[in-house]
């Protein structure tokens, strides 16, 4: 499985919003591209819109997905360049000289590392 590239992003966002038009051709058109979009990466809806986890944790990656180290864990999500978009990139750099991280900073990188995986990526 792969993932997006931020301009094919863009577009299926760009896309989902016109699925709000009063114009049903035009919704039914953006819904094909969103489909066609998506498939031509070779994903499925599934792989773009990842399901919400219920219930408690069950592995220590779960519970931690920063494995209690999130210096290494910034750096191995910053080895996946072409999953990650320009501002995320920028955050990620910057984190090694923090002394600690914010309760926002932690919840952003918990993000950035839980996509990551969904993605495939060993973190």
């Given at each position: 499985m792969t993932a997006l590239a931020e301009a094919e992003r863009d577009r299926l966002t760009r896309l989902l919003g016109m699925l709000g038009s009063a114009y049903d051709g035009e919704v039914a058109n953006a819904g094909r591209l969103a489909d066609k979009l998506v498939r031509s990466a070779?994903?499925?809806?599934?792989?773009?819109?990842?399901?919400?986890?219920?219930?408690?944790?069950?592995?220590?990656?779960?519970?931690?997905?920063?494995?209690?180290?999130?210096?290494?864990?910034?750096t191995a999500c910053a080895r996946f360049p072409h999953l990650i978009d320009k501002w995320e990139w920028q955050f990620l750099s910057g984190l090694q000289r923090f002394p600690r991280l914010s309760a926002k900073q932690r919840a952003i990188l918990i993000r950035i590392v839980v996509r990551l995986r969904a993605a495939g990526c060993s973190l």
């Open positions: 070779g994903l499925t809806w599934r792989d773009i819109i990842a399901p919400i986890p219920h219930g408690p944790p069950n592995d220590d990656t779960t519970a931690d997905p920063l494995r209690g180290n999130w210096r290494a864990m910034g």
